[in-house]
Nanobody, 128 residues
Framework: VQLVESGGGSVQAGGSLRLSCAAS???????MAWFRQAPGKEREGVAA???????PYADSVKGRFTISEDNAKNTLYLQMTNLKTEDTAIYYC????????????????????????WGQGTQVTVSS
């Protein structure tokens, strides 16, 4: 099982970036997500997506970030627009094999413990 992120970089506030996560080595998971971790802070869930297309977002990124997937390419994306300095962090891709067929089944999507597999992370730096 392997998750490999790419697309991070440095951008000025107000700019955009698109992160990608290539998944391999397992059948398509029930739930995938993007997390981020800033220096000195805990890892937090940013957005998630289920097989059925449910897409919860953290309040801090609603309206600015969009999570999507390309099943044919086994790739997860995070389109980030109107970036803010507080978005600076290492961004991680995560996958879970646990059933996620309703909003009730993904109530804990923002908890790292919900996920079984992790990528190595990609740095996003937003400057003012």
């Amino acid at each position: 099982v392997q998750l490999v992120e790419s697309g991070g970089g440095s951008v000025q506030a107000g700019g955009s970036l698109r992160l990608s996560c290539a998944a391999s080595g397992f059948t398509y998971p029930y739930l995938m997500a993007w997390f981020r971790q800033a220096p000195g802070k805990e890892r937090e869930g940013v957005a998630a997506i289920t097989r059925d297309g449910l897409t919860p977002y953290a309040d801090s990124v609603k309206g600015r970030f969009t999570i999507s997937e390309d099943n044919a390419k086994n790739t997860l994306y995070l389109q980030m627009t109107n970036l803010k300095t507080e978005d600076t962090a290492i961004y991680y891709c995560a996958a879970s094999a646990e059933s996620a067929d309703s909003w009730g089944a993904i109530w804990n999507w923002r908890l790292p413990s919900r996920f079984d597999y992790w990528g190595q992370g990609t740095q996003v730096t937003v400057s003012s």
